[in-house]
Protein backbone atom coordinates (compact mmCIF):
# COMPACT_ATOMS: atom_id res chain seq x y z
CA UNK A 1 0.00 0.00 0.00
CA UNK A 2 1.25 3.36 -0.90
CA UNK A 3 1.07 6.05 1.34
CA UNK A 4 -1.50 8.01 -0.76
CA UNK A 5 -3.74 4.59 -0.72
CA UNK A 6 -2.73 4.29 3.05
CA UNK A 7 -3.98 8.24 3.53
CA UNK A 8 -7.34 7.47 1.42
CA UNK A 9 -7.83 4.60 3.83
CA UNK A 10 -7.37 6.51 7.25
CA UNK A 11 -9.64 9.09 6.08
CA UNK A 12 -12.34 6.62 5.01
CA UNK A 13 -11.67 5.37 8.28
CA UNK A 14 -11.93 8.38 10.30
CA UNK A 15 -15.41 9.21 8.04
CA UNK A 16 -17.06 6.07 9.92
CA UNK A 17 -15.24 6.97 13.26
CA UNK A 18 -17.24 10.70 13.12
CA UNK A 19 -20.46 9.17 13.29
CA UNK A 20 -19.95 7.93 16.52
CA UNK A 21 -20.36 11.16 17.86
CA UNK A 22 -23.82 11.06 17.07
CA UNK A 23 -24.23 9.28 20.30
CA UNK A 24 -24.07 12.29 23.11
CA UNK A 25 -21.07 12.65 25.29
CA UNK A 26 -18.68 10.75 22.69
CA UNK A 27 -15.07 12.81 22.82
CA UNK A 28 -13.88 10.99 19.54
CA UNK A 29 -12.12 8.03 18.72
CA UNK A 30 -9.04 6.09 17.21
CA UNK A 31 -8.51 2.76 15.57
CA UNK A 32 -4.93 0.85 16.08
CA UNK A 33 -3.53 -2.11 14.41
CA UNK A 34 -2.87 -5.06 16.60
CA UNK A 35 0.61 -3.81 16.29
CA UNK A 36 -0.21 -0.69 18.16
CA UNK A 37 -0.45 1.50 14.62
CA UNK A 38 -2.51 4.60 14.84
CA UNK A 39 -4.74 3.59 11.23
CA UNK A 40 -7.36 6.74 12.08
CA UNK A 41 -8.53 9.08 14.10
CA UNK A 42 -11.35 11.31 14.89
CA UNK A 43 -10.87 13.22 18.11
CA UNK A 44 -9.72 16.74 19.42
CA UNK A 45 -6.32 17.75 18.09
CA UNK A 46 -5.74 17.52 21.87
CA UNK A 47 -4.79 14.45 21.77
CA UNK A 48 -1.04 14.03 19.65
CA UNK A 49 -0.91 11.27 17.05
CA UNK A 50 2.15 9.46 19.67
CA UNK A 51 0.10 10.23 22.81
CA UNK A 52 -2.65 7.95 20.76
CA UNK A 53 -0.60 5.38 18.81
CA UNK A 54 1.73 4.87 22.74
CA UNK A 55 -2.20 4.82 24.13
CA UNK A 56 -3.57 2.22 22.20
CA UNK A 57 -0.34 0.20 22.43
CA UNK A 58 -0.94 0.22 26.15
CA UNK A 59 -4.02 -0.86 25.26
CA UNK A 60 -3.52 -3.78 23.08
CA UNK A 61 -1.20 -4.85 25.83
CA UNK A 62 -4.52 -5.26 28.35
CA UNK A 63 -5.81 -7.21 25.62
CA UNK A 64 -3.03 -9.55 25.15
CA UNK A 65 -2.17 -9.77 29.02
CA UNK A 66 -6.38 -11.71 28.89
CA UNK A 67 -5.51 -12.95 25.95
CA UNK A 68 -2.70 -14.93 27.54
CA UNK A 69 -4.77 -16.00 30.37
CA UNK A 70 -7.31 -17.31 27.57
CA UNK A 71 -9.73 -14.61 27.43
CA UNK A 72 -10.29 -12.86 23.82
CA UNK A 73 -11.23 -9.64 24.96
CA UNK A 74 -14.42 -8.32 22.67
CA UNK A 75 -15.59 -4.56 24.37
CA UNK A 76 -14.24 -3.15 27.77
CA UNK A 77 -15.67 0.05 29.64
CA UNK A 78 -12.54 1.64 31.29
CA UNK A 79 -13.04 4.26 33.97
CA UNK A 80 -11.20 7.33 34.49
CA UNK A 81 -12.75 9.91 36.63
CA UNK A 82 -15.02 11.91 34.90
CA UNK A 83 -13.96 9.83 31.41
CA UNK A 84 -14.44 6.60 30.15
CA UNK A 85 -13.18 4.63 27.64
CA UNK A 86 -14.93 1.85 25.64
CA UNK A 87 -12.45 -0.47 23.56
CA UNK A 88 -14.11 -2.87 20.95
CA UNK A 89 -11.80 -5.57 19.69
CA UNK A 90 -11.85 -5.29 15.56
CA UNK A 91 -10.39 -7.74 13.21
CA UNK A 92 -6.57 -6.47 13.10
CA UNK A 93 -6.82 -4.03 15.18
CA UNK A 94 -8.94 -2.39 18.36
CA UNK A 95 -11.56 0.73 18.40
CA UNK A 96 -10.88 3.18 21.17
CA UNK A 97 -13.46 5.33 22.03
CA UNK A 98 -13.24 8.38 24.68
CA UNK A 99 -16.36 9.61 26.44
CA UNK A 100 -16.62 12.33 28.66
CA UNK A 101 -19.26 12.58 31.58
CA UNK A 102 -23.09 10.68 30.95
CA UNK A 103 -23.66 8.62 27.69
CA UNK A 104 -26.20 6.21 26.66
CA UNK A 105 -24.66 3.07 26.97
CA UNK A 106 -26.69 0.62 24.97
CA UNK A 107 -27.02 2.95 22.56
CA UNK A 108 -22.79 3.58 22.33
CA UNK A 109 -22.24 0.00 21.92
CA UNK A 110 -24.55 -0.75 19.10
CA UNK A 111 -22.77 2.39 17.24
CA UNK A 112 -19.55 0.65 18.48
CA UNK A 113 -20.72 -2.62 16.84
CA UNK A 114 -21.78 -0.90 13.66
CA UNK A 115 -18.81 1.50 13.32
CA UNK A 116 -16.86 -1.86 14.27
CA UNK A 117 -18.42 -3.92 11.22
CA UNK A 118 -17.46 -1.05 8.71
CA UNK A 119 -13.64 -0.62 9.40
CA UNK A 120 -12.71 -3.89 10.19
CA UNK A 121 -12.01 -4.77 5.99
CA UNK A 122 -9.70 -1.28 6.36
CA UNK A 123 -8.23 -1.92 9.88
CA UNK A 124 -7.31 -5.55 8.84
CA UNK A 125 -5.98 -4.58 5.52
CA UNK A 126 -3.84 -1.63 6.90
CA UNK A 127 -3.15 -4.43 9.26
CA UNK A 128 -1.68 -6.96 6.85
CA UNK A 129 0.54 -4.09 5.08
CA UNK A 130 3.92 -2.81 6.32
CA UNK A 131 3.76 0.59 7.28
CA UNK A 132 3.69 3.43 4.46
CA UNK A 133 6.95 4.99 5.20
CA UNK A 134 8.68 1.57 5.78
CA UNK A 135 7.28 0.33 2.79
CA UNK A 136 10.29 1.53 -0.16
CA UNK A 137 13.17 -0.18 2.77
CA UNK A 138 10.86 -3.21 3.01
CA UNK A 139 12.77 -5.15 0.10
CA UNK A 140 16.01 -4.45 1.72
CA UNK A 141 15.15 -5.62 5.26
CA UNK A 142 13.87 -8.90 3.84
CA UNK A 143 16.69 -9.53 1.89
CA UNK A 144 19.41 -8.72 5.07
CA UNK A 145 19.00 -11.59 6.31
CA UNK A 146 21.88 -13.46 8.24
CA UNK A 147 25.08 -13.99 6.09
CA UNK A 148 23.51 -11.56 3.61
CA UNK A 149 25.44 -7.76 2.96
CA UNK A 150 22.42 -5.83 2.14
CA UNK A 151 20.50 -3.35 4.50
CA UNK A 152 19.14 -0.14 5.07
CA UNK A 153 22.17 2.16 5.16
CA UNK A 154 22.99 3.48 8.19
CA UNK A 155 21.37 0.18 9.98
CA UNK A 156 24.25 -1.41 12.65
CA UNK A 157 25.09 -4.55 11.99
CA UNK A 158 27.32 -7.58 13.11
CA UNK A 159 28.26 -10.85 11.86
CA UNK A 160 25.89 -10.22 9.06
CA UNK A 161 22.72 -9.87 11.72
CA UNK A 162 21.08 -6.53 12.54
CA UNK A 163 21.68 -4.74 15.93
CA UNK A 164 19.12 -3.01 17.84
CA UNK B 1 -28.02 2.20 52.99
CA UNK B 2 -31.57 2.67 52.84
CA UNK B 3 -34.09 2.61 55.11
CA UNK B 4 -37.87 2.55 54.16
CA UNK B 5 -40.40 2.53 56.05
CA UNK B 6 -42.98 2.04 53.48
CA UNK B 7 -46.66 2.31 52.71
CA UNK B 8 -48.21 -0.66 52.33
CA UNK B 9 -50.34 1.28 49.06
CA UNK B 10 -47.77 2.74 47.06
CA UNK B 11 -44.62 0.62 47.00
CA UNK B 12 -44.36 -1.82 43.94
CA UNK B 13 -43.37 -4.68 46.50
CA UNK B 14 -46.24 -4.25 48.84
CA UNK B 15 -49.24 -5.85 46.11
CA UNK B 16 -46.60 -8.97 46.63
CA UNK B 17 -46.43 -8.37 50.62
CA UNK B 18 -50.43 -8.24 50.58
CA UNK B 19 -51.12 -11.31 48.91
CA UNK B 20 -50.11 -13.90 51.56
CA UNK B 21 -51.23 -11.69 55.09
CA UNK B 22 -48.70 -13.17 58.24
CA UNK B 23 -50.92 -14.19 61.21
CA UNK B 24 -48.50 -12.99 63.66
CA UNK B 25 -46.16 -10.63 61.17
CA UNK B 26 -45.53 -6.91 61.20
CA UNK B 27 -48.47 -4.85 60.38
CA UNK B 28 -47.08 -1.93 57.97
CA UNK B 29 -48.31 1.32 59.18
CA UNK B 30 -47.70 4.80 58.17
CA UNK B 31 -44.45 6.05 58.02
CA UNK B 32 -41.87 7.95 56.71
CA UNK B 33 -39.91 6.65 54.07
CA UNK B 34 -35.89 8.30 54.23
CA UNK B 35 -33.02 6.97 52.51
CA UNK B 36 -29.65 7.27 54.56
CA UNK B 37 -26.03 7.15 52.70
CA UNK B 38 -23.18 5.70 55.43
CA UNK B 39 -25.17 4.42 57.99
CA UNK B 40 -23.99 1.51 60.00
CA UNK B 41 -26.29 -1.57 59.52
CA UNK B 42 -25.39 -1.40 64.04
CA UNK B 43 -26.69 1.89 64.18
CA UNK B 44 -30.05 0.78 61.93
CA UNK B 45 -30.45 -2.33 64.48
CA UNK B 46 -30.22 -0.11 67.47
CA UNK B 47 -32.72 1.95 66.39
CA UNK B 48 -34.90 -0.48 65.66
CA UNK B 49 -34.30 -2.18 68.93
CA UNK B 50 -35.06 1.42 70.42
CA UNK B 51 -38.13 1.82 69.03
CA UNK B 52 -39.96 -1.78 70.76
CA UNK B 53 -41.10 -2.12 67.42
CA UNK B 54 -42.66 -5.83 66.16
CA UNK B 55 -41.26 -6.08 62.36
CA UNK B 56 -39.38 -7.86 60.47
CA UNK B 57 -36.42 -6.24 58.89
CA UNK B 58 -34.57 -7.71 55.74
CA UNK B 59 -30.81 -6.50 55.52
CA UNK B 60 -29.00 -6.64 51.89
CA UNK B 61 -25.69 -6.87 52.34
CA UNK B 62 -22.18 -8.71 50.67
CA UNK B 63 -23.02 -11.87 52.29
CA UNK B 64 -26.90 -11.82 50.43
CA UNK B 65 -29.73 -11.88 51.78
CA UNK B 66 -30.87 -11.63 55.87
CA UNK B 67 -33.90 -11.47 57.36
CA UNK B 68 -33.91 -9.83 61.44
CA UNK B 69 -37.06 -10.32 63.79
CA UNK B 70 -37.69 -7.38 65.95
CA UNK B 71 -39.84 -7.46 68.62
CA UNK B 72 -40.06 -5.28 72.18
CA UNK B 73 -36.62 -4.12 71.70
CA UNK B 74 -34.52 -7.20 70.99
CA UNK B 75 -33.55 -9.34 68.03
CA UNK B 76 -35.52 -12.49 68.26
CA UNK B 77 -34.87 -14.48 65.15
CA UNK B 78 -33.05 -14.21 62.53
CA UNK B 79 -32.29 -15.96 59.30
CA UNK B 80 -30.28 -16.25 56.13
CA UNK B 81 -29.53 -18.68 53.33
CA UNK B 82 -27.02 -20.66 56.25
CA UNK B 83 -27.56 -20.18 58.75
CA UNK B 84 -30.60 -19.24 61.49
CA UNK B 85 -30.62 -18.19 64.85
CA UNK B 86 -27.84 -16.14 66.66
CA UNK B 87 -25.50 -17.39 63.87
CA UNK B 88 -27.51 -15.75 61.46
CA UNK B 89 -28.17 -12.69 63.46
CA UNK B 90 -24.08 -12.24 63.81
CA UNK B 91 -23.45 -13.35 60.26
CA UNK B 92 -25.94 -10.19 58.84
CA UNK B 93 -24.60 -7.59 61.47
CA UNK B 94 -20.91 -8.38 60.19
CA UNK B 95 -22.11 -7.35 56.62
CA UNK B 96 -20.49 -3.38 56.32
CA UNK B 97 -22.90 -2.75 53.07
CA UNK B 98 -25.86 -2.50 51.89
CA UNK B 99 -29.60 -2.19 52.47
CA UNK B 100 -31.79 -2.36 55.21
CA UNK B 101 -35.62 -2.48 55.03
CA UNK B 102 -38.84 -3.42 56.38
CA UNK B 103 -40.82 -6.48 54.96
CA UNK B 104 -43.43 -9.23 55.85
CA UNK B 105 -42.07 -12.04 56.28
CA UNK B 106 -43.80 -15.17 57.97
CA UNK B 107 -43.55 -14.87 62.14
CA UNK B 108 -41.36 -17.72 63.39
CA UNK B 109 -43.18 -19.42 66.36
CA UNK B 110 -40.41 -19.50 68.72
CA UNK B 111 -37.79 -16.53 69.17
CA UNK B 112 -34.28 -18.55 68.19
CA UNK B 113 -32.29 -15.96 69.71
CA UNK B 114 -31.91 -15.54 73.61
CA UNK B 115 -28.94 -13.04 73.77
CA UNK B 116 -29.63 -9.33 74.13
CA UNK B 117 -28.69 -6.69 71.14
CA UNK B 118 -25.57 -5.86 73.08
CA UNK B 119 -24.54 -9.61 73.35
CA UNK B 120 -24.74 -9.68 69.60
CA UNK B 121 -23.06 -6.92 68.38
CA UNK B 122 -20.15 -7.84 70.79
CA UNK B 123 -19.94 -11.21 69.01
CA UNK B 124 -20.09 -9.57 65.84
CA UNK B 125 -17.31 -7.32 66.78
CA UNK B 126 -15.56 -10.34 67.89
CA UNK B 127 -16.12 -12.40 64.54
CA UNK B 128 -15.20 -9.10 62.62
CA UNK B 129 -11.79 -9.17 64.04
CA UNK B 130 -11.07 -12.48 63.18
CA UNK B 131 -12.29 -12.10 59.53
CA UNK B 132 -9.56 -9.49 59.34
CA UNK B 133 -8.70 -11.40 56.14
CA UNK B 134 -11.85 -11.32 54.98
CA UNK B 135 -12.15 -11.34 51.46
CA UNK B 136 -15.60 -9.58 51.36
CA UNK B 137 -15.92 -6.81 48.55
CA UNK B 138 -15.89 -3.26 50.14
CA UNK B 139 -18.10 -1.64 47.17
CA UNK B 140 -15.86 1.48 46.16
CA UNK B 141 -16.75 5.94 46.35
CA UNK B 142 -18.71 6.55 43.83
CA UNK B 143 -16.55 9.10 41.80
CA UNK B 144 -17.86 12.50 42.39
CA UNK B 145 -18.49 11.83 46.05
CA UNK B 146 -15.85 12.67 47.73
CA UNK B 147 -14.44 10.51 50.49
CA UNK B 148 -18.04 9.65 51.46
CA UNK B 149 -18.42 5.87 51.25
CA UNK B 150 -21.39 4.99 49.08
CA UNK B 151 -23.54 1.87 50.98
CA UNK B 152 -26.67 2.70 48.89
CA UNK B 153 -27.36 -0.79 47.49
CA UNK B 154 -30.06 -0.75 44.56
CA UNK B 155 -32.48 -3.07 45.83
CA UNK B 156 -34.89 -2.77 43.10
CA UNK B 157 -32.46 -4.34 41.18
CA UNK B 158 -32.22 -6.91 43.60
CA UNK B 159 -35.57 -7.57 44.31
CA UNK B 160 -36.28 -7.90 40.40
CA UNK B 161 -34.41 -11.30 40.54
CA UNK B 162 -35.98 -12.99 43.89
CA UNK B 163 -37.96 -10.73 45.96
CA UNK B 164 -40.90 -11.82 44.98
CA UNK B 165 -40.01 -15.61 45.76
CA UNK B 166 -38.42 -14.72 49.27
CA UNK B 167 -42.13 -14.48 50.62
CA UNK B 168 -43.45 -17.71 51.69
CA UNK B 169 -45.89 -18.88 54.10
CA UNK B 170 -44.17 -21.62 55.12
CA UNK B 171 -41.29 -21.23 57.52
CA UNK B 172 -39.17 -23.46 56.60
CA UNK B 173 -38.75 -21.60 53.82
CA UNK B 174 -37.17 -18.22 54.93
CA UNK B 175 -33.92 -20.98 54.73
CA UNK B 176 -34.08 -21.10 51.09
CA UNK B 177 -31.78 -19.06 49.39
CA UNK B 178 -33.24 -17.04 46.42
CA UNK B 179 -32.12 -16.92 43.06
CA UNK B 180 -28.69 -14.87 42.42
CA UNK B 181 -29.32 -11.97 45.16
CA UNK B 182 -26.64 -12.07 46.89
CA UNK B 183 -23.87 -10.06 45.70
CA UNK B 184 -21.18 -11.81 46.79
CA UNK B 185 -23.11 -15.16 44.79
CA UNK B 186 -23.17 -13.47 41.78
CA UNK B 187 -19.35 -13.90 41.58
CA UNK B 188 -17.14 -17.18 40.96
CA UNK B 189 -14.21 -15.20 41.51
CA UNK B 190 -13.72 -11.92 44.04
CA UNK B 191 -9.59 -11.36 44.20
CA UNK B 192 -8.12 -8.61 46.28
CA UNK B 193 -4.61 -7.49 45.63
CA UNK B 194 -2.21 -5.21 47.87
CA UNK B 195 -0.79 -2.18 46.85
CA UNK B 196 2.17 -3.90 45.54
CA UNK B 197 0.51 -6.75 43.51
CA UNK B 198 0.12 -9.23 46.31
CA UNK B 199 -2.98 -11.45 46.86
CA UNK B 200 -4.72 -10.30 49.85
CA UNK B 201 -7.41 -12.84 49.50
CA UNK B 202 -8.95 -14.93 46.86
CA UNK B 203 -12.25 -16.73 46.00
CA UNK B 204 -12.06 -19.05 42.96
CA UNK B 205 -8.87 -17.09 41.67
CA UNK B 206 -5.49 -17.77 40.29
CA UNK B 207 -2.13 -17.05 40.43
CA UNK B 208 -2.36 -16.08 37.08
CA UNK B 209 -5.22 -13.90 36.71
CA UNK B 210 -3.48 -11.86 39.70
CA UNK B 211 -0.28 -10.75 37.61
CA UNK B 212 -2.90 -10.32 34.88
CA UNK B 213 -4.85 -8.55 37.15
CA UNK B 214 -1.96 -6.24 38.51
CA UNK B 215 -0.34 -5.75 35.18
CA UNK B 216 -3.77 -4.44 33.07
CA UNK B 217 -3.80 -2.04 36.02
CA UNK B 218 -0.58 -0.49 35.77
CA UNK B 219 -1.26 -0.66 32.35
CA UNK B 220 -4.65 1.32 32.26
CA UNK B 221 -3.32 3.72 34.98
CA UNK B 222 -0.28 4.71 32.24
CA UNK B 223 -3.02 5.20 29.59
CA UNK B 224 -5.16 7.41 31.81
CA UNK B 225 -2.09 9.70 32.80
CA UNK B 226 -0.81 10.01 28.71
CA UNK B 227 -4.22 10.76 27.72
CA UNK B 228 -4.83 13.20 30.76
CA UNK B 229 -8.34 11.43 31.34
CA UNK B 230 -7.59 11.05 35.09
CA UNK B 231 -7.16 8.38 37.60
CA UNK B 232 -7.83 4.89 36.74
CA UNK B 233 -10.80 3.44 38.42
CA UNK B 234 -12.63 0.34 37.25
CA UNK B 235 -12.69 -2.08 34.40
CA UNK B 236 -15.36 -4.39 32.63
CA UNK B 237 -14.50 -6.65 30.46
CA UNK B 238 -16.44 -8.56 27.83
CA UNK B 239 -14.53 -11.60 26.57
CA UNK B 240 -15.97 -14.05 24.06
CA UNK B 241 -17.80 -16.39 27.18
CA UNK B 242 -17.07 -14.33 30.50
CA UNK B 243 -16.83 -11.10 32.03
CA UNK B 244 -14.43 -9.77 34.25
CA UNK B 245 -14.42 -6.61 36.35
CA UNK B 246 -11.33 -4.68 38.19
CA UNK B 247 -11.52 -1.87 40.24
CA UNK B 248 -9.61 0.60 42.52
CA UNK B 249 -10.38 0.49 46.43
CA UNK B 250 -9.05 2.38 49.17
CA UNK B 251 -5.61 2.18 50.46
CA UNK B 252 -3.95 0.99 47.06
CA UNK B 253 -6.23 -2.01 46.73
CA UNK B 254 -7.78 -3.41 43.55
CA UNK B 255 -10.61 -5.87 43.63
CA UNK B 256 -11.27 -8.42 40.47
CA UNK B 257 -14.41 -9.98 40.22
CA UNK B 258 -15.97 -12.28 37.52
CA UNK B 259 -19.08 -12.85 37.58
CA UNK B 260 -21.14 -15.56 36.91
CA UNK B 261 -23.08 -15.60 33.24
CA UNK B 262 -27.10 -14.73 34.83
CA UNK B 263 -25.26 -12.25 37.61
CA UNK B 264 -27.05 -8.37 37.36
CA UNK B 265 -24.33 -6.20 37.73
CA UNK B 266 -26.65 -2.88 36.95
CA UNK B 267 -26.02 -1.78 40.19
CA UNK B 268 -22.32 -2.66 40.61
CA UNK B 269 -21.66 -0.78 37.34
CA UNK B 270 -23.37 2.42 38.45
CA UNK B 271 -21.53 2.10 41.50
CA UNK B 272 -18.17 1.93 39.27
CA UNK B 273 -19.51 4.67 37.43
CA UNK B 274 -18.99 2.16 33.84
Known sequence: MTGTEARALSETVRGTLATLKDVAGITGSFVCTNEGRLVAREIPALFEDAVLSEAGNRLLRVSETFASNGDELETAVIRYGDHRLFLKSITGGLLCIVVSGPVNMPALRMAANLVGRRISPAVARTQAEPPPEAAPARPDVAQAGPGRSGGIPGMRRFRGRAVE | ?274
Open chain 2, 1 to 274: MIVQKRETNDVETAADEREAPVPGGTAATRGFSAQLRGASLWDLVQLECLSRSRRCIRVVGEGGVGYLFFDRGRVIHAATAQAIGEAAAVEVLAWTNGSFEACERPWPEQPSIAAGLEALLLRTAQLCDERAASNLVAFPTRPGDGDETYEELQIGDLEAHGGGEMRSSNTDDMLTPPPRVEISGDFAVVMRLGPTGAIMSSRGGSEELGQAVAYVERLLQLTGEMLGLGPFSALECTFTHERCLIFCEGGGETVALRPRADANLTALRERLGL
